[in-house]
């Protein structure tokens, strides 16, 4: 069973040590644009493709997202008073600590464990979290929210997008879907580059303290498990629905949370070492989710 598990996994780790050392060596990746890029070109494309080609209807598009949206409240419910009694700052870390990276890891790794039919799910979950982040992880870090941020947001416009298409029952032309297809085709392993540079460059410093590292960093895919096996027994989620939202809701803390963490001068050490160390803990998680479940 750990061979079915690694076999899928292995091209996951192997493109996201790749991006690691070409950061390392090379500037290829180190443009701020080919971020962007996969952020507002790759990742819609993805999306549209995913999601129109399943043809899943709204009804069930809605519900995957009442059911990301139903985790991420839980897991913030549950994460508020657990920072509190633990002492930790709730603005520095419920954030960091309620949305996983269900972008550039959860996707392939929904896709690695359960096949393209996972893919759309994945991707809509993804858009989710990623909305989450900027109002959630921006209002809570910042003090303030400007919803004018989601109107830039590409994923999220994608995913309206879709809405309507869906709703309307219309189905775009052969050659768009191909486009599609092609321009989304790259959104992966761009991801997963891009995530290993991202690993590469987090800095930690002697100052680190590891114990409430460690601690947090398994807490993150523990909060995640349990408010998913809620939110799947309250909605009653079909099996690939709940595999999906059970891979997305243990995966490790985001990278787009360092990037925050930076902007609003939080503990940036403390951050990397969380996304460092709570990826081994989301492996270990998803290892026994594959053992007995997946």
């Known amino acids: 069973m750990f061979q079915a598990f690694l076999v899928p996994i292995l091209p996951v780790i192997l493109i996201a040590a790749l991006g690691a050392l070409l950061s390392r060596k090379t500037e290829w990746l180190n443009n701020p644009s080919l971020g962007a890029m996969v952020t507002n070109i790759g990742l819609p494309a993805l999306l549209l493709h995913s999601l129109l080609s399943m043809e899943m209807d709204l009804s069930g598009m809605g519900r995957i997202l009442l059911a990301m949206v139903a985790t991420l409240a839980l897991s913030a419910l549950i994460t508020w008073p657990v920072l509190r009694l633990c002492g930790q700052s709730v603005r520095r870390y419920l954030s960091v600590l309620v949305n996983p990276n269900t972008g550039n890891l959860g996707i392939p790794v929904s896709y690695a464990l359960l096949g393209e039919d996972a893919l759309a799910v994945a991707v809509v979950v993804s858009s989710v979290v990623t909305i989450s982040h900027f109002t959630l992880g921006v209002s809570v870090m910042s003090g303030s929210f400007a919803p004018r941020q989601l109107l830039r947001n590409a994923p999220a416009l994608a995913l309206v997008l879709a809405a309507v298409l869906l709703g309307f029952e219309v189905q775009p032309p052969e050659f768009v879907m191909r486009t599609l297809d092609m321009v989304g085709g790259m959104t992966l392993p761009i991801m997963l580059l891009l995530l290993g540079r991202s690993l590469a460059a987090l800095k930690l410093g002697r ?3 590891w114990t409430p590292l460690l601690l947090m960093s398994a807490y993150r895919p523990l909060v995640g498990l349990i408010s998913a096996l809620a939110v799947i027994w309250l909605l009653r989620l079909n099996e690939l629905d709940a595999r999906v939202l059970m891979i ?18 939080g503990p940036t050490e403390r951050v990397a070492g969380l996304i460092l160390l709570s990826m081994p803990a989301s492996f270990v998680v998803v290892g026994i989710l594959a053992h007995f479940w997946l």
């Open 248 to 265: 997305q809701a243990v995966m490790p803390v985001a990278v787009i949370s360092y990037i925050l963490t930076v902007r609003y001068e």
């Open 207 to 209: 100052s680190t303290q």
